[in-house]
């Protein structure tokens, strides 16, 4: 006879993830960026879950830091701190589902910041 554990049960589901880029944003003297709506298109499966969300920020040379902002389609929101070019994994969206509309956008913390995002939500079905 075979004996499940714990983890060889989480081998029971399947992946899958999508992944988005937003047009240039840019925000300067206090003002937030436009609010760039990234869409998770069809989704696999009946009760998917986020299993993590990274956030790549491209920034542009000479950029001042500012905060990114993700609003998951269920109203959720994130916001981190970014000082240059890199990832952010975020893992508050955890178990929630990732289908619908997501709102990412900038709000410098200096004079002007401008950057491009990519979104990717990783989740098992």
Do not use: C, H
Request: charged share 15%; net charge negative; aromatic share 14%.
């Amino acid at each position: 006879s075979i004996t499940m554990t714990e983890e060889s049960e989480a081998a029971l589901y399947s992946t899958n993830y999508f992944r988005k880029i937003t047009p240039k944003l840019n925000s300067a003297f206090g003002y937030p960026s436009s609010i760039a709506t990234l869409s998770s298109g069809s989704v696999t499966g009946s009760d998917p879950q986020i299993t993590s969300v990274t956030v790549y920020s491209r920034v542009d040379r000479n950029s001042d830091p500012f905060y990114v902002y993700v609003v998951d389609p269920n109203g959720y929101g994130y916001y981190e701190k970014v000082t240059s070019s890199g990832t952010i994994t975020i893992k508050d969206f955890n178990g929630l589902n990732p289908t619908g509309e997501w709102k990412i956008w900038i709000e410098t913390l200096g004079d002007v910041s401008t950057a491009t995002i990519t979104l990717t939500v990783n989740y098992r079905y």
